[in-house]
């Protein structure tokens, strides 16, 4: 059995201020056994794109992530920032970012779909696109609880994605997330099942709770679910945190009684009868 921490939180717009409470909330999570925790999207700034841009730094490299990479060393745990905005030739990612125990970046990955859409809040518009650049590459990372894939909030609506990172050997996917109040109450669990259900993974969904600055407010619902679908803890619509125990045993399982990858026919070549 594998310890998972999610944290959920109401993020604002002082790096300083999320990171505080990131660290009192890591301290907690480490002393009831979480060997891995994981954060929501935007856990260290929900902010402006002026804000993000001036925050962003190169990967690995800059005071905010050797701060993280220090929270992660010293508590002896795997940390997942669920996103963060980093520099490179042309613009600005939004990536998560996987430390080990040992304080060093073992995997990152940028997101690969914007969420720009419009929805019936209080912020109404989203274009994510004006902010940050999209990612090419699917990932995967090793961790102590198992084979991690890795997924940024919109994502969830791409089911393809999910697919490929059980082909390529996810047992656990994540979901850290910024879901709006809106969106969330109509299909956060919902997807959240669906894609445990798809892949046969267990799926790990931190998300984003409250009021935010700009009129944007989230849904929070924070769960863990097991690879048959089953929702086997959920956190409601205030800042908090859970250690969830993760048997990656039931992965093998699910799949062996129902070997769904081996029966698809989508990825071959179909014969007419």
Request: hydrophobic share 40%; proline share 4%.
């Amino acid at each position: 059995m594998n310890g998972i921490g999610i944290i959920q939180m109401t993020s604002g717009p002082c790096l300083k201020t999320n990171l505080a409470y990131i660290a009192d909330q890591v301290e907690v999570l480490a002393n009831q056994g979480a060997q891995l925790i994981v954060t929501p999207e935007n856990a260290l700034m929900f902010a402006s794109r002026a804000d993000y841009h001036a925050a962003a730094e190169m990967l690995n490299d800059g005071d905010t992530q050797s701060s993280l990479a220090k929270l992660a060393k010293t508590h002896s745990v795997w940390l997942v920032i669920g996103s963060f905005p980093i520099l490179h030739e042309s613009g600005v990612y939004t990536t998560q970012l996987v430390f080990d125990n040992h304080g060093t970046l073992a995997c990152h990955y940028n997101k690969l779909h914007m969420f720009d859409v419009d929805v019936a809040d209080q912020h109404q518009r989203y274009r994510e696109s004006d902010t940050f650049t999209p990612g090419g590459e699917i990932k995967l990372s090793d961790s102590p609880i198992g084979s991690l894939g890795l997924t940024i909030c919109y994502d969830l609506r791409f089911p393809h994605l999910y697919a490929e990172l059980a082909n390529m050997g996810a047992q656990v996917i994540l979901v850290p997330a910024a879901f709006t109040e809106v969106t969330g109450k109509a299909h956060w669990e919902i997807l959240l099942r669906a894609r445990a259900i798809e892949t046969q993974c267990w799926v790990v969904a931190a998300n984003q709770v409250g009021q935010h600055p700009g009129g944007r407010s989230t849904w929070g619902h924070s769960m863990v679910i097991n690879p048959w679908g089953e929702v086997v803890a959920q956190l409601e619509s205030k800042p908090d945190s859970v250690v969830v125990e993760l048997d990656i045993n039931l992965v093998k399982q699910v799949r062996d009684k129902m070997p769904i990858r081996h029966h698809t026919r989508f990825g071959q070549q179909l014969i007419e009868n």
